[in-house]
Structures are given as C-alpha cells and as structure tokens.
C-alpha cells in the first residue's frame, strides 16, 4: 500500500509550482530568436529559479505567496526577453548599442541574484560579439546567468 502523504495531491506547494510553469511557460517573447535546444535550456534555468522561491514559500499565505512567484517569474523573465533579443541583435550592434544592451541584461542579473557583474565581463563581451554566431551568442549570454546555480 501507498503512503497517502507521498502523493503529488498531498503536496501543498503543487498549485505554486503550477502557477510558476503556467507564467513562465506561457511567455513566447523569450524564446523567438532561440534555437528549440536554446529556448528549453534557458526555461529550465528559469523554472530552477523559479521552483526554488516557491519553495521559499512554503511558510508564507496564498496572496503573499503568489506575489513573490510573479515578482520571481517576473525578474527572471526580464532576463530570458534580454537573452532572446541580444541572440538575435548583438552581432549587428555597433559598440556602444552592445553595450547597453549588455548592460541592462547585467544589470537585471544583479537585480536577481544580488551578486554584482564585474565591468570587464562586460567590456569582453562587448568585443568578443563580432566573431559570434546564434550559438555562440546564446552560449557566452547564458553562462552569464547559470554561472551561479551551477556553482551551489
């Protein structure tokens, strides 16, 4: 016989993991310039994101709950549109437009995760686009978001 505490209906958390898939999954604009392999691994770094403040959750009420889902689902989602736009613009930019696009993606990622970038990440990245192809691209901007979880 089952242990009845072991099922999935058991969990009190499955309407909060529901709810962040649903917003996260349901957002087309991070992913239309990404490769089908590009746009799944850039929505399971954001779902790790994400299922990790729901799990954060778990002592707070429904209302305040799904308040920090949506700011979470939110702040990572500002990260995947910037990734999306930059795979698809940054080899045509000129320095200073890279840069600023570079920037904002920086800076949402310090917004995130509270660790600062540092300002020679984003003078090479800056240089370094003019040789990147869509895989490329994808590969040096996504390294710099997943850097942190890979390294907990």
Known sequence: MTDPSLSPDSDPLRPRRQLAEELLFGNSAVRDNLTDVQAQQLLDWALVYVLDVVGQTAVLPDAEAEA?????????????????????????????????????????????????????????????????????????????????????
Do not use: C
Not at 79 to 108: Q, Y
């Open 68 to 152: 920090e889902i949506d700011k979470a689902v939110m702040a990572v989602s500002r990260i995947m549109r910037h990734i999306n736009r930059l795979v698809g613009d940054l080899p045509r930019l000129d320095d200073k437009s890279a840069r600023k696009k570079l920037k904002a993606l920086l800076t949402d990622r310090q917004r995130l995760t509270g660790q600062p970038a540092n300002p020679e990440l984003l003078e090479q990245l800056v240089y370094a686009r003019a040789t990147w192809d869509n895989d490329a691209a994808f590969a040096q901007l996504y390294n710099i978001i997943a850097w942190e979880q890979e390294e907990e």
